[in-house]
C-alpha cells in the first residue's frame, strides 16, 4: 500500500470516530506533551534555583576561610607551599572537609594551579560556560552534572555530588584573582530534589487527567447531542431523499402525460383541420361555384348587388376556412431530424410571407427527442416567426437552435419595438401558449426585450431523454 493510501485509511477510520473520542485522543497527546514541557521546565527551575541557594551559602563560607590564603594570587600565578599547606588542612582535617570530596584552583587561562587530584595540577583546559561564569564575578552551582573532561575522576565516585565554581577576589580591589572549585556531597540535597520533583510531576499530572477528564465530560455530552442531532437529521433527510424521489417520479408522469396530451392535441387539430378542409371548405366552395353561376343569370336584375356580397361573403369564408386548415395541420415530422424540421418551418414563412430569416444550426449530432418535444419546437418557431412578422415587420429575424451537453436551446430573434404590455395570446397559439407547452415537457421558457431593441424568445429542453 502506497503512503497516500495509507494516509487516506487513517482519515477514514479518524473522521468515522465519534467527537468525544477525536477530541479525547487529540487533547490527550496535547495534554500530555503539555505536562511533560511544565514538569520538566519547573523541575528544572527547582532544581537550579535550590542547588544555587545552596552553592552560595557554600561559597559565602568557602570565601571566608580560603580569601586570606588565596591573597598572594592577586601578584603572582601559584601558591606558596605554606599556602598550599594550609588549604590541605583545611580540606582534610576539618569538617568541611568531609563534606568536599574534591577542589581545584583555576587561573583565568583555564589552567589548574592547585587541585585535590595532584596529577591535575599544572594542566589547560577549555574554559568551559560554568567558570567563564565564576570568572566573571559568579557564584555557579551545577547538580549531578559531571559531563566535562576535568570531572572524570569525581563521575566515577558515584555519589550526589554538588559542582561549585566561587570567584576569589582581592581584597582591596574587588578584583577575580582566581577560582575555586570544588565538589560538595548533598545527599540531603538530592533527596529534597527528588520530593520535589514528585511532587510537581505529581501535581502536573493531578492536574492535566482533572483538565482532561472535565473537558472530556464537556465535550462527551456535547457529542452526544450532536450525534442524537445528526440521526435525527439522517432520517429527515433519508425521507426528504424518499419524498423528492416520489416527486420526481410524479414529474416524470405528469410530463408524460402533458407529451401525450400535447400529442393527442396536435392529432385532434389535424383532423379537425381535415375535416374542415374536406367537409365546410368543399361545401362553401360548391356555395361560391353555384352563386357565380346564379350572378350569371340574374345579370341586370335589381338583386344581382346583393347577390355579388353575399358570393364575396363566401368566399372570404372559404379562405379563413382554408387558412385555418393548414395552420391546424402538422407536417409529418416525427422521423425527420430536428434542424429539417426548423428549417422546414423557416422556409415556409420566408415564403407565405417574403421576409428573410438567418438560420444558424449548431447540433454536433441528433438529439434525443420524443415526437411531442419535436411537435413543441415546430409550433415555436412558428409562433415565433408568426410574431416577429406582424410586430417587427419581418425586420432583421434569426433563429438559433444549438443542443450541446445534453441541452437543446431554441432562440427567434426580431428588430422589433419589443415586447408588448400583453405579449400572450396575440394570435396564433400566443407566447402563454407556448409557455404551457414547452414546460410541460419539463423546459423552461423566457421572452424577453433585448437590450438593442427587439425581441427574444427563447426555450431550453433536456435532450437526454424524453418522458
Same mark, same amino acid.
Given at each position: 500500500?502506497?503512503? +497516500?493510501?495509507?494516509?487516506?485509511?487513517?482519515?477514514?477510520?479518524?473522521?468515522?470516530?465519534?467527537?468525544? #473520542?477525536?477530541?479525547?485522543?487529540?487533547?490527550?497527546?496535547?495534554?500530555?506533551?503539555?505536562?511533560?514541557?511544565?514538569?520538566?521546565?519547573?523541575?528544572?527551575?527547582?532544581?537550579?534555583?535550590?542547588? &544555587?541557594?545552596?552553592?552560595?551559602?557554600?561559597?559565602?563560607?568557602?570565601?571566608?576561610?580560603?580569601?586570606?590564603?588565596?591573597?598572594?594570587?592577586?601578584?603572582?600565578?601559584?601558591?606558596?607551599?605554606?599556602?598550599?599547606?594550609?588549604?590541605?588542612?583545611?580540606?582534610?582535617?576539618?569538617?568541611?572537609?568531609?563534606?568536599?570530596?574534591?577542589?581545584?584552583?583555576?587561573?583565568?587561562?583555564? &589552567?589548574?594551579?592547585?587541585?585535590?587530584?595532584?596529577?591535575?595540577?599544572?594542566?589547560?583546559? @577549555?574554559?568551559?560556560?560554568?567558570?567563564?561564569?565564576?570568572?566573571?564575578?559568579?557564584?555557579?552551582?551545577?547538580?549531578?552534572?559531571?559531563?566535562?573532561?576535568?570531572?572524570? *575522576?569525581?563521575?566515577?565516585?558515584?555519589? *550526589?555530588?554538588?559542582?561549585?565554581?566561587?570567584?576569589?577576589?582581592?581584597?582591596?580591589?574587588?578584583?577575580?584573582?582566581?577560582?575555586?572549585?570544588?565538589?560538595?556531597?548533598?545527599?540531603?540535597?538530592?533527596?529534597?530534589?527528588?520530593?520535589?520533583?514528585? #511532587?510537581?510531576?505529581?501535581?502536573?499530572?493531578?492536574? #492535566?487527567?482533572?483538565?482532561?477528564?472535565?473537558?472530556?465530560?464537556?465535550?462527551?455530552?456535547?457529542? &452526544?447531542?450532536?450525534?442524537?442531532?445528526?440521526?435525527?437529521?439522517?432520517?429527515?433527510?433519508?425521507?426528504?431523499?424518499?419524498?423528492?424521489?416520489?416527486?420526481?417520479?410524479?414529474?416524470?408522469?405528469?410530463?408524460?402525460?402533458?407529451?401525450?396530451?400535447?400529442?393527442?392535441?396536435?392529432?385532434?387539430?389535424?383532423?379537425?383541420?381535415?375535416?374542415?378542409?374536406?367537409?365546410?371548405?368543399?361545401?362553401?366552395?360548391?356555395?361560391?361555384?353555384?352563386?357565380?353561376?346564379?350572378?350569371?343569370?340574374?345579370?341586370?336584375?335589381?338583386?344581382?348587388?346583393?347577390?355579388?356580397?353575399?358570393?364575396?361573403?363566401?368566399?372570404?369564408?372559404?379562405?379563413?376556412? &382554408?387558412?385555418?386548415?393548414?395552420?391546424?395541420?402538422?407536417?409529418?415530422?416525427?422521423?425527420? *431530424?430536428?434542424?429539417?424540421?426548423?428549417?422546414?418551418?423557416?422556409?415556409?414563412?420566408?415564403? +407565405?410571407?417574403?421576409?428573410?430569416?438567418?438560420?444558424?444550426?449548431?447540433?454536433?449530432? @441528433?438529439?434525443?427527442?420524443?415526437?411531442?418535444?419535436?411537435?413543441?419546437?415546430?409550433?415555436?418557431?412558428?409562433?415565433?416567426?408568426?410574431?416577429?412578422?406582424?410586430?417587427?415587420?419581418?425586420?432583421?429575424?434569426?433563429?438559433?437552435?444549438?443542443?450541446?451537453?445534453?441541452?437543446?436551446?431554441?432562440?427567434?430573434?426580431?428588430?422589433?419595438?419589443?415586447?408588448?404590455?400583453?405579449?400572450?395570446?396575440?394570435?396564433?397559439?400566443?407566447?402563454?401558449?407556448?409557455?404551457?407547452?414547452?414546460?410541460?415537457?419539463?423546459? #423552461?421558457?423566457?421572452? +424577453?426585450?433585448?437590450?438593442?431593441?427587439?425581441?427574444?424568445?427563447?426555450?431550453?429542453?433536456?435532450?437526454?431523454?424524453?418522458?
Amino acid at each position: 500500500m502506497t503512503s +497516500r493510501g495509507v494516509r487516506e485509511g487513517l482519515a477514514g477510520r479518524w473522521s468515522r470516530l465519534s467527537l468525544a #473520542t477525536r477530541f479525547a485522543t487529540a487533547a490527550g497527546v496535547v495534554l500530555v506533551l503539555a505536562a511533560l514541557a511544565i514538569g520538566w521546565a519547573v523541575t528544572a527551575r527547582i532544581q537550579g534555583v535550590v542547588a &544555587r541557594n545552596s552553592a552560595n551559602a557554600t561559597a559565602l563560607y568557602m570565601d571566608s576561610v580560603i580569601s586570606p590564603i588565596s591573597q598572594q594570587l592577586a601578584s603572582g600565578s601559584d601558591l606558596s607551599p605554606g599556602a598550599k599547606r594550609a588549604l590541605e588542612e583545611i580540606f582534610t582535617n576539618t569538617p568541611l572537609g568531609e563534606r568536599v570530596v574534591s577542589f581545584k584552583f583555576w587561573t583565568g587561562d583555564g &589552567r589548574i594551579i592547585w587541585a585535590e587530584n595532584k596529577a591535575l595540577v599544572g594542566q589547560t583546559f @577549555e574554559l568551559t560556560p560554568e567558570l567563564r561564569r565564576a570568572l566573571a564575578g559568579e557564584v555557579v552551582a551545577s547538580f549531578d552534572e559531571l559531563d566535562d573532561d576535568e570531572d572524570a *575522576p569525581e563521575a566515577a565516585l558515584g555519589v *550526589p555530588l554538588l559542582e561549585i565554581y566561587s570567584p576569589l577576589r582581592e581584597v582591596y580591589s574587588g578584583r577575580v584573582i582566581a577560582v575555586a572549585e570544588f565538589y560538595e556531597i548533598a545527599p540531603e540535597l538530592a533527596h529534597d530534589l527528588r520530593v520535589a520533583r514528585a #511532587t510537581v510531576w505529581g501535581t502536573v499530572a493531578g492536574t #492535566t487527567l482533572l483538565l482532561g477528564g472535565v473537558l472530556y465530560v464537556i465535550v462527551l455530552g456535547g457529542s &452526544r447531542t450532536i450525534e442524537a442531532q445528526q440521526g435525527a437529521l439522517d432520517q429527515r433527510l433519508r425521507e426528504l431523499r424518499g419524498l423528492s424521489a416520489r416527486n420526481h417520479e410524479l414529474r416524470l408522469r405528469v410530463q408524460a402525460a402533458a407529451a401525450r396530451a400535447a400529442t393527442e392535441a396536435d392529432r385532434t387539430m389535424r383532423g379537425i383541420g381535415a375535416d374542415l378542409h374536406d367537409g365546410p371548405a368543399q361545401h362553401l366552395a360548391y356555395a361560391a361555384l353555384r352563386l357565380d353561376s346564379l350572378r350569371d343569370r340574374l345579370h341586370g336584375h335589381p338583386a344581382e348587388e346583393d347577390l355579388g356580397g353575399v358570393a364575396q361573403a363566401v368566399t372570404e369564408a372559404m379562405a379563413e376556412v &382554408r387558412a385555418l386548415s393548414r395552420g391546424l395541420q402538422l407536417p409529418d415530422i416525427a422521423e425527420r *431530424p430536428l434542424a429539417d424540421v426548423v428549417e422546414s418551418v423557416v422556409q415556409a414563412h420566408e415564403a +407565405r410571407t417574403g421576409h428573410p430569416v438567418a438560420l444558424r444550426v449548431g447540433c454536433e449530432a @441528433e438529439p434525443s427527442l420524443v415526437p411531442a418535444a419535436k411537435v413543441c419546437v415546430y409550433r415555436f418557431v412558428q409562433e415565433g416567426l408568426g410574431n416577429a412578422s406582424r410586430h417587427a415587420g419581418g425586420e432583421g429575424i434569426e433563429v438559433e437552435l444549438d443542443c450541446r451537453a445534453g441541452e437543446l436551446r431554441l432562440a427567434v430573434r426580431d428588430r422589433g419595438p419589443g415586447l408588448p404590455s400583453s405579449p400572450g395570446g396575440a394570435g396564433g397559439m400566443g407566447l402563454s401558449g407556448l409557455r404551457d407547452r414547452v414546460e410541460s415537457l419539463g423546459g #423552461t421558457f423566457d421572452a +424577453r426585450t433585448r437590450p438593442d431593441g427587439g425581441t427574444e424568445i427563447s426555450m431550453t429542453l433536456d435532450t437526454g431523454g424524453g418522458p
